[in-house]
């Protein structure tokens, strides 16, 4: 049967990746270069709408960028000098064709399209209200509650419209969406998900991230404010208006920790540079005797070279990682699925035999990719093996467009420190501190009362209410007294 590969379940996953294009030619082949740039925030399906000046073009599909916008053909079938365009991995909502983004209607207003990156923490609240007042939904998708909203608003203009169904939403986004009238790019006004704006020529473009501008050859000029609507006509006027009431930033402080590229800029910083500074933080706070610094690759590489700098300890590739597997054939049984755990991942026997090895990771979420990763170093004789880990411990669940376990599949959720050490087997375990992670940042520490990031995942401080969580919560509290009655 085909499966992910055993390494791959054991990571929080963004949601997904937007990227839009107004005032430029061939703008959906702009549109799939983009978002081959941004394919690290969403594998399960991509999608392109673009809008010629008459009608709207879409193409979706289920699996990566390329093979499915690489083809003449299909860049040919979307023509217009506006586009955006969305990869997805999936937090609410079934994995189906329907629920690909961009998602699309014609409202009276005209079509209008939207890619969001993010979770509307009281969609479901939300949704039960309009199919009582007759609203069809045509997918499981969050993000379709949004352009049910703008068309039932009663206010006149799109621009109205599209203020009013934000202000009825709950937990985080960032959208670009393309109307008749031109292009249209947001944050929530907590900004917990990022969005960049740039330049190309004349063209306007918005994506997830500023590697996405440099891999289409663009200017980044700034990001999207929290709160900001940024309009672009079909003339290339620009406008900004900042309609929500004015709110402390929580930016998603894990786009630094795991999910943006290192040659990206999030709010202002090198994301490289930060998870260098985040581990030398770590061998500052967790020193350990050792011969070899040693990251799991890819994403604990940055961390690995910043501890290795700061203990003085060599840094070497003692893990060595496949590019070319994806997904894989695994065969039944669990010696043959055991070896498709070296497929991905390969100790570095000559290097590690014998060694006293530090390994850097950027985060533990389930625990078991620790697990093979430490049997495997033993295997190929380590001496010692200490993992220390780029983030603090994960304890709680994401509700703003990370795909998280629910919360007692988390292992710091189940086990203290000294028991996980325990069950994935290594000779130390020790996390970088929250205080220490905001310092790598370059804060003093985190604010006690108004943090200066999103860190609900590590901290249980969610910066929004939870609606469909909240009524969820009474529903299964109903359920377990009704059991008892009976």
Known sequence: ???????????????????????????????????HALQHRGQEAAGITSWDGHHFHSHRAMGHV???FDQDEVIRGLPGDSACGHVRYSTTGETAIRNVQPLYADLASGGFAVSHNGNISNAMAIKRELVRRGSIFQSTSDTEVIIHLVATSTYR??????????????????????????????????????????KLGNAVIFASETVALDVVGAEYVRQIEPGEIV?????????????????????????????????????GSSVYSVRKAIGAQLAIESPVDADLVIPVPDSGTPAAIGYAQQSGIPFELGIIRSHYVGRTFISPGDQIRHLGVKLKHNANRALIAGKRIILIDDSIVRGTTSLKIVQMMRDAGAAEIHLRIASPPTR????????TPERNKLLAHRLDVGE???????????????????????????????????????????????TDQDENAVEDQFEMLAERVV
Do not use: W
């Open 396 to 403: 709680h669940s994401c509700y703003y467009g990370v795909d």
């Open 231 to 267: 309009i672009v006509t079909g003339s290339g006027e620009l406008r900004s208006v900042k309609p929500f009431a004015k709110v402390f930033p929580r930016p998603c402080i894990f786009e630094h920790v795991y999910f943006s590229r290192p040659d990206s800029i999030v709010d």
């Open 420 to 466: 996980m050490q325990d069950f994935i087997h290594a000779d130390s375990l020790a996390f970088v501190s929250i205080n220490g992670l905001y310092k790598a940042l370059g804060e003093a520490q985190r604010a006690d009362i108004r943090p200066q990031y999103c860190d609900a995942c590590f901290t249980g401080d969610y910066p929004t209410r939870l």
């Open 157 to 198: 203009t799109l621009l109205d419209k599209f203020i009013d169904a934000l202000k009825q939403v709950e937990g985080a986004y960032s959208l670009v969406c393309m109307t008749p009238e031109g292009m249209i790019a947001c944050r929530d006004p907590l900004g917990i998900r990022p969005l960049v704006m740039g």
């Open 66 to 68: 390329a093979g499915n």
């Open 1 to 35: 049967m085909l499966t992910t590969h055993p390494f791959d379940d054991d990571k929080l996953r963004e949601e997904c990746g937007v990227f839009g294009v107004s005032g430029a030619d061939s703008a959906a082949a702009m549109v799939a270069l983009g978002l």
